[in-house]
């Protein structure tokens, strides 16, 4: 069979790719601890599922407009407002089928052929396979463990061209859960001052998994906020990635060209995931906040772990709920049956012989890495990073 030559432009997310290889194993009797996915553990807040109830009895199964319901792109504003202290107006807002989606509405909105797109590393796997799909450069910058992982302004002003349309970064980041302070986003604002053809594309939807305080957003700058697409969702900080809605605020000019895509793919999002989401929004934050204490819990525990194994460096996460160790001293080693090349095949290495599943940071663009979720029990978490010391332990 024929099929487009674009299919070749881009790769299948390593994130699905282990949690299927997980589900596989799982079908022939294994017991796989996930450590993979990003998902919290959690179930979805209880007034967010009455809402979600209602919803259905009052029968909002119709059409909604694609760029959302007008009191869910309100409700968006007042969060906006609330935890950031953002202005916007509903105009700025555009919801879609997912934060993933509200990313590839902007990436296809704003990238020509050819367009340079500048992204740190590591970053979520599918930044750099978007632009890819729509045929732009992708320039990668190599940051430092070191610097946890955080973009430098001088890192920064190097990457930038004529040709660079897009920069794009994670606050916190998945991955490696590094989180820029404000301080250093100022410093990073003044170099896209220097530079007004770049748009800065902040993806939020981790901002609620916080261990070192208040979210920084450089949509504060608002010098800068015309340029600034902020992308948030529900997925992480309300416990709800199978209602699957994002959102982007942005200038009303670049809501409009995204909107003007979503007419064409998917239209509005589910009727119903809206409702509830205007819920989550201007709702109570106490069970989020919950979360965050158990997140907080589960990384102290998941550091100290890790940082037993020998070999093993491992910047501390401010936020999120992975941490991205450094394994490269194991390159090269074997258990007298698998060898040991990179991360890659420690990670196969972990789902065949440790039954735990993890993500290569070859996906994220640091080859030396390995991506752990802990957003799973205390006791997985345990039972889990028990079977990999061991695992690993046989490696010489």
């Keep these: 069979m024929r099929l487009s030559s674009r299919l070749e432009l881009f790769n299948e997310p390593e994130t699905l790719k282990m949690a299927k290889l997980g ?67 509903p105009e700025n807002i555009l919801v879609s089928t997912g934060a993933k989606q509200s990313l590839a509405n902007v990436v296809m909105a704003i990238v020509d052929k050819g367009d340079e797109v500048v992204i740190p590393t590591p970053y979520w796997v599918t930044y750099s396979e978007i632009v890819k799909l729509c ?5 990668l910058v190599r940051t430092s463990v070191d610097n946890k992982y955080k973009i430098t302004p001088e890192e920064l002003e190097a990457a930038i061209t004529p040709k660079t349309t897009l920069f794009m970064f994670s606050s916190p980041c998945n991955p490696s859960g590094s989180v820029y302070a404000l301080e250093e986003l100022t410093a990073l604002a003044e170099v896209f001052r220097r530079h007004p053809h770049v748009y800065i594309l902040s993806d939020e939807i981790y901002e609620y998994i ?12 608002e010098d800068l906020k015309d340029r600034i697409i902020i992308i948030n969702g529900l997925s992480k900080g309300y416990a709800m990635t199978g209602y699957r809605l994002g959102y982007i605020a942005a200038h009303p000019t670049i809501v409009k060209a995204c909107e003007k895509l979503q007419g064409q793919i998917t239209s509005g999002a589910n009727a119903v995931t809206q409702r509830g989401a205007i819920t989550a929004l201007t709702g109570d934050m106490a069970p989020t906040e919950a979360m965050n204490v ?41 258990d007298g049956e698998h060898v040991i090349n990179d991360a890659d095949d420690l990670c196969m290495y972990l789902l065949n012989v440790a039954h735990v599943s993890t993500v290569t940071g ?13 957003a799973n029990s205390m006791e997985k978490l345990e039972q889990a990073m028990d079977r990999i010391s061991r695992a690993m332990s046989r490696l010489k």
Excluded at 48 to 71: C, F, Q, R
Excluded at 135 to 139: A, I, L, P, T
Excluded at 298 to 317: D, N, S, W
């Design 294 to 334: 158990e997140f907080t819990r589960r990384r102290a525990r998941m550091l100290e772990l890790l940082t037993a194994i020998p070999g093993v460096r491992v910047a501390e996460p401010d936020g999120a709920f992975y941490v991205f160790p450094v394994i490269k001293t194991y390159f090269g080693k074997a």
């Design 362 to 374: 070859r996906a994220f663009g640091e080859p030396e890495c390995i991506r752990i979720s802990f």
């Design 210 to 221: 916080n261990f070192v305080g208040a979210h920084e957003s450089i949509a504060q700058f």
């Design 23 to 89: 589900r596989e194993l799982r079908a022939k009797g294994v017991d796989v601890i996930d450590l993979s996915l990003g998902e919290p553990d959690f179930d979805t807040p209880v007034h967010i599922k009455e809402s979600l109830k209602k919803a259905v009895d009052e029968n909002w199964s119709h059409y909604p407009p694609v760029a959302g319901y007008p009191e869910l792109r309100e409700a968006a504003c007042v969060k906006l407002k609330r935890d950031n202290g953002l202005d916007y107006r």
């Design 135 to 139: 045929e732009g450069k992708v320039v």
